[in-house]
């Protein structure tokens, strides 16, 4: 049944590989603890996981991804026909420490940018995040088909394979014109490892951030939209976010110098 539930994900759900393989090593070894205390898969209660999981001296994060894929399974399971707990949807984790996203300097940025000692194709997949906010494994799969030059607008393809919309201004459009010569239909011609190495020195050159990650720019590119007064269910949309609480997250960006704030706008 684990293997079906894992081709589920996979062919239904669109997960990554990485998400399916994690969730069948968290279920692999639930199943291995469950044989050694006499328990059967399909009859584990809500108490047998939730004791399982609470002896793991793991990590919060891990925490959670596991009970969530033990909630996601035994849902399934139930969806199925079979009659597991349905309280397993109830399983309990640690609260995580809700983190600041990192965000870096825009005159950072706009420095990186502008060296020309930088590599084009690098340059422009920098600006490419900064004015779109698209993750570096959705500017790799990108594809001149994908880019509506009358529109100013990329369809791109998301996590789960969820499609969206963003749009491109006219200092990205520059960017792309002058650097980006397309390898049999992609945009880029790096792989993820090269592409985050090469993004990473290049920023590293100008920005003093503490992570000068793709990522990084992402987080950018939403934390200025929000601080310029985008609405926020605007931004879960560019960011491809399923949730608005994930796009939330940049409130606490914006709000973390409030005492500043107060003072220069008090006056």
Same mark, same amino acid.
Request: charged share 25%.
């Given at each position: 049944?684990?293997?079906?539930?894992l081709?589920?994900?996979?062919?239904?759900?669109g997960?990554s590989?990485?998400?399916?393989?994690?969730?069948?090593?968290y279920l692999s070894d639930l199943s291995?603890y469950l044989?050694?205390?006499?328990?059967?898969?399909?009859a584990?209660?809500?108490n047998?996981?939730?004791?399982?999981?609470?002896?793991?001296?793991l990590?919060?994060?891990?925490?959670?991804?596991?009970?969530?894929a033990y909630r996601?399974?035994y849902r399934?399971l139930?969806?199925k026909g079979?009659?597991?707990?349905?309280?397993?949807r109830?399983?309990?984790?640690p609260?995580?420490?809700?983190?600041i996203?990192h965000?870096?300097?825009?005159?950072?940025?706009? @420095?990186?940018l *502008?060296d020309?000692? =930088?590599n084009?194709?690098v340059? %422009?997949?920098?600006?490419?995040i900064?004015?779109?906010? +698209?993750?570096?494994?959705?500017?790799?799969?990108l594809?001149l088909s994908?880019?509506?030059?009358?529109?100013?607008?990329i369809?791109?393809s998301g996590?789960?394979?969820?499609?969206r919309v963003v749009?491109?201004?006219?200092?990205l459009?520059?960017?792309l014109?002058?650097?980006?010569?397309?390898t049999?239909?992609?945009?880029f011609r790096?792989?993820?490892?090269?592409?985050?190495?090469?993004?990473?020195?290049?920023?590293?050159?100008?920005?003093? @951030?503490?992570? *000068?990650s793709?990522? =990084?720019?992402?987080?950018?590119? %939403?934390s200025?939209?929000l601080?310029?007064?985008?609405? +926020?269910?605007t931004i879960k949309?560019?960011l491809?976010?399923?949730?608005?609480?994930?796009?939330?997250?940049?409130?606490?960006?914006n709000?973390?110098?409030?005492?500043?704030?107060?003072?220069?706008?008090?006056?």
């Open positions: 049944m684990v293997q079906e539930y081709r589920y994900l996979q062919q239904t759900k997960y590989n990485n998400t399916i393989k994690s969730y069948g090593h291995l044989r050694e205390v006499g328990k059967v898969e399909m584990a209660t809500l047998d996981i939730q004791i399982y999981l609470d002896a793991l001296r990590s919060p994060s891990t925490k959670k991804l596991m009970a969530s996601s399974y399934w139930r969806h079979f009659d597991t707990d349905k309280n397993i109830y399983l309990e984790t609260k995580l420490a809700k983190r996203p965000t870096i300097n825009v005159e950072e940025i706009a @420095a990186t *502008n020309k000692s =930088i084009g194709e340059r %422009a997949m920098i600006a490419l900064r004015y779109t906010g +698209l993750r570096i494994s959705e500017v790799l799969n594809r994908d880019i509506d030059k009358n529109r100013m607008s369809n791109v996590k789960g394979a969820k499609e749009y491109y201004n006219e200092t459009r520059n960017y014109n002058a650097n980006v010569r397309p049999e239909g992609k945009l790096f792989s993820d490892r090269e592409a985050r190495y090469l993004i990473h020195a290049a920023l590293t050159k100008h920005s003093t @951030a503490a992570y *000068n793709p990522h =990084i720019l992402r987080h950018t590119f %939403a200025d939209l601080g310029n007064g985008c609405p +926020l269910m949309e560019l491809g976010h399923e949730s608005v609480k994930t796009t939330e997250g940049y409130l606490r960006v709000n973390h110098n409030v005492k500043s704030d107060y003072l220069q706008y008090c006056g």
